[in-house]
């Protein structure tokens, strides 16, 4: 099984981008998700996450901007990012624990997807 982040891409200071991570086989459940996310020069950061309690936490940096959410019938998992600014510029990975057939995975990295916030 793997993650893959999408939805990466170059944008205007103000701007909207909205990342997706989603599995290679089909998931049963989340109990934790997380999108992270590294600027070069410096390290992984906990940008959101959400619990299987659907509960979220944000980094103050991105508090409303950011949400995270998870649609409820293929479980991928969101990052709607608006008023992006430039120090929001990184590689964006999501992170989860999840069964996917008869498996269970913990802290599992999906590949990242790079944002780039500049005019």
């Known amino acids: 099984v793997q993650l893959q982040a999408y939805g990466g891409g170059l944008v205007q200071p103000g701007g909207s981008l909205r990342l997706s991570c989603a599995a290679s086989?089909?998931?049963?459940?989340?109990?934790?998700a997380g999108w992270y996310r590294q600027a070069p020069g410096k390290q992984r950061e906990l940008v959101a996450a959400?619990?299987?309690?659907?509960?979220?936490n944000y980094a103050d940096s991105v508090k409303g901007r950011f949400t995270i959410s998870r649609d409820n019938v293929d479980n991928t998992v969101y990052l709607q990012m608006n008023s992006l600014k430039p120090e929001d510029t990184a590689v964006y990975y999501c992170?989860?624990?999840?069964?996917?057939?008869?498996?269970?995975?913990?802290?599992?990295w999906g590949q990242g997807t790079q944002v780039t916030v500049s005019s």
């Open positions: 992170n989860a624990d999840f069964c996917s057939g008869s498996a269970c995975y913990n802290d599992y």
């Open positions: 086989a089909r998931i049963l459940s989340i109990s934790h």
């Open positions: 959400l619990t299987r309690g659907r509960s979220s």
